[in-house]
């Protein structure tokens, strides 16, 4: 829990972010004996980490795959789909989109997917090590992660993550209407098809894990300060000043974890990420006493719904509108009948909706390196839907990297460089 300890005491590490990755990340340099002071405008978990669907998801497959451009289209189009890009979004955001498009080639979406599961394929145990102790331990729920499918052609379509899942020997079974059944009972009797991953994992409350962690890492001396940040650049010697609302800060070093608000950061140290914030939408509902016993993620119309100590949360949609742009609701409203749809017992009578800001990538691959200008300042962002999945594997790997230890993942460390 403290290894490394007598030899990191005398080195200060700023953590820029305190969602669940900075938290993951504050927590794992506090074990191992650095002095980390975690800076963030809001509390632990107020951003993206709190609204998500809970899932900590062993994906194999990248977002941009071989023929998803052609359909991106239709998605647009339809008033319950998936996808929502807003005009001026899309003329900002046209390198980004751009670049998704080649990363669906073939050869490209292989590399991505052996990058992408070098991480979330360790991240259910990785998590389990980082929140023993911590007051969010007893969150985890070693569920697995249940996909399904309530016709022939959407099953066919998954086609191309089953065969990633395969090719990366992602553990996963394909499961019958009666397996659903047995796995789900409160399920309506709908779904064909089911895939499961047994090494998944299920978070009943995605706040209260990350502020665990936060709080574990305060028990080990770290600091947290509340400060809006404004600028990080390098002095004339090459150490890292952070401006903020109320003063600066010169660490020794400094991590990059503020998800979607990373990329500004990022251009003055020597990287221009492909960065975007992608919205995602939540809304809250009563648990019913037929409830469901882990987040079940129904394909066709791209909506999850998961048990929470606080009730039933659906999350559902992916939107480009920028970092600042307010939220628009209509779709998410539109969707919430589907959540019925897929649990009769459901009251959907809405107690809570939300909007965070995912910070995505094109290639779904993290930004997990040294900075391109300075060895001083280490990035930890761009995780895309997979925040919560992939924190605490980011951490380690990263911490390894600030002790110059060699990784779990140095064969696909190159693939989450800044500068590629």
């Not at 497959?61 to 239709?74: E, F, Y």
Request: aromatic share 6%; with cysteine.
């Amino acid at each position: 829990m403290t290894e490394g300890r007598d030899l990191q005491t005398s080195r200060h590490v700023l953590v820029l972010g305190a969602g669940v990755v900075g938290c993951a990340t504050a927590l794992t340099l506090a074990r191992r004996g650095y002095r980390v002071t975690l800076l963030d405008r809001d509390g632990p978990g107020s951003g993206a980490s709190h609204g998500n669907a809970g899932a900590i998801a062993p994906l194999a497959g990248p977002q941009a795959t071989p023929g998803l451009p052609l359909k991106v289209p239709g998605m647009l189009l339809n008033p319950t789909g998936p996808l929502t890009i807003r005009p001026t979004q899309f003329v900002k955001a046209l390198p980004w989109f751009l670049r998704f498009i080649l990363e669906s080639m073939p050869s490209r979406a292989e590399a991505n997917s052996i990058a992408l599961y070098a991480l979330t394929g360790r991240a259910a145990p990785a998590w389990k090590e980082l929140a023993r102790g911590t007051p969010g331990e007893s969150l985890l729920r070693d569920v697995g992660w249940l996909k399904v499918f309530s016709s022939d052609a959407g099953f066919q379509g998954f086609a191309k993550e089953i065969a990633f899942m395969a090719r990366r020997g992602a553990p996963h079974d394909i499961l019958t209407e009666d397996d659903i059944r047995q796995m789900e009972p409160n399920l309506a009797p709908i779904f064909k098809h089911g895939v499961f991953q047994p090494d998944g994992l299920c978070v009943r409350n995605p706040r209260r894990l990350v502020e665990g962690l936060a709080e574990a890492a305060r028990d080990l001396g770290a600091e947290f300060l509340r400060e809006d940040a404004k600028t990080l650049t390098l002095d004339p010697d090459g150490m890292p000043v952070l401006t903020t609302d109320k003063g600066e800060h010169r660490p020794d070093q400094i991590v990059l974890s503020a998800g979607a608000f990373s990329k500004k950061f990022a251009r003055t140290l020597g990287a221009n990420p492909l960065l975007e914030a992608e919205r995602g939408y939540h809304a809250m509902f009563e648990t019913p006493e037929k409830s469901l016993n882990r987040s079940v993620y129904w394909v066709e119309n791209s909506l999850v719904v998961s048990p929470m100590e606080t009730g039933i949360r659906m999350t559902t949609q992916a939107e480009f509108g920028g970092l600042d742009g307010p939220p628009s609701f209509a779709r998410l409203e539109r969707m919430i009948p589907n959540a019925k749809v897929l649990l009769p017992s459901l009251d959907i009578t809405v107690r809570e909706t939300w909007m965070g800001r995912r910070p995505s990538t094109p290639d779904s691959v993290p930004y997990l390196c040294r900075s391109p200008d300075s060895d001083r300042v280490f990035f930890n962002f761009g995780h895309q839907h997979l925040g919560l999945t992939m924190a605490a594997i980011s951490a380690r790997v990263l911490a390894d990297m600030m002790d110059g230890r060699p990784t779990e993942v140095d064969e696909t460390l190159q693939a989450y460089r800044a500068l590629r």
